[in-house]
T-cell receptor
Framework: GAGVSQTPSNKVTEKGKYVELRCDPISGHTALYWYRQSLGQGPEFLIYFQGTGAADDSGLPNDRFFAVRPEGSVSTLKIQRTERGDSAVYLC?????????????FGNGTRLTVT | AQSVTQLDSQVPVFEEAPVELRCNYSSSVSVYLFWYVQYPNQGLQLLLK??????LVESINGFEAEFNKSQTSFHLRKPSVHISDTAEYFCAVSDGPSGTYKYIFGTGTRLKVLA
């Protein structure tokens, strides 16, 4: 079946602009995660959705970052007033249920470059 | 709070030689442990997981990892590596049955298999 899909695969934007990154999880997966991966680092937790609600947004770096999942499926990560330090690969993952050892299934990521 | 340490950022090894990639974790509760692999230009994929039961877990491509509670380790091993094993490997931990959904990743170990 189809895996986790992330669009766009690459995004180049100018400092100060607004960007949206989209994630389409595996059908039937109730849990959805956003991670950020900088060069030479492991994935860094940003936010977790169980269904439509953000159960934990403690990893969002500041109020420029926001994510939604209005119908419990597709999610959008929104970044306002982008800064060069936001440049990274943004990873989305879904799992059948949150926690309980349910493994994460990752998309290929969106590489964001802020110039 | 949980954390994961992968001490080796890079491990070069000759083809058909054995390899061990080290992972240590810290947690105050029981844990689930995972190894993910990221091949060049691909997304993260689950390699193997420990949830409960036998402390030795295996993957379909010859890797194995052993959960050692007293040493808080989950090292990944393969007795004979192939060129195709060249990839980045990430260890991850999440809370066990009584815990939450958050998955914490290590910084990764880049395995380079040399001909």
């Amino acid at each position: 079946g189809a895996g986790v899909s992330q669009t766009p695969s690459n995004k180049v934007t100018e400092k100060g602009k607004y960007v949206e990154l989209r994630c389409d999880p595996i059908s039937g997966h109730t849990a959805l995660y956003w991670y950020r991966q900088s060069l030479g680092q492991g994935p860094e937790f940003l936010i977790y959705f169980q269904g439509t609600g953000a159960a934990d947004d403690s990893g969002l770096p500041n109020d420029r970052f926001f994510a939604v999942r209005p119908e419990g499926s597709v999610s959008t990560l929104k970044i306002q007033r982008t800064e060069r330090g936001d440049s990274a690969v943004y990873l989305c993952a879904s799992s059948l249920m949150g926690g309980q050892g349910s493994p994460l299934h990752f998309g290929n990521g969106t590489r964001l470059t802020v110039t | 709070a949980q954390s994961v340490t992968q001490l080796d950022s890079q491990v070069p090894v000759f083809e058909e030689a054995p390899v061990e990639l080290r992972c240590n974790y810290s947690s105050s509760v029981s844990v689930y442990l995972f190894w993910y692999v990221q091949y060049p230009n691909q997304g993260l994929q689950l390699l193997l997981k420990y949830l409960s039961g036998s402390t030795l877990v295996e993957s379909i491509n010859g890797f194995e990892a052993e959960f050692n509670k007293s040493q808080t380790s989950f090292h990944l091993r393969k007795p004979s590596v192939h060129i195709s094993d060249t990839a980045e490997y990430f260890c991850a931990v999440s809370d066990g049955p009584s815990g939450t959904y958050k998955y914490i990743f290590g910084t990764g170990t880049r395995l380079k298999v040399l001909a």
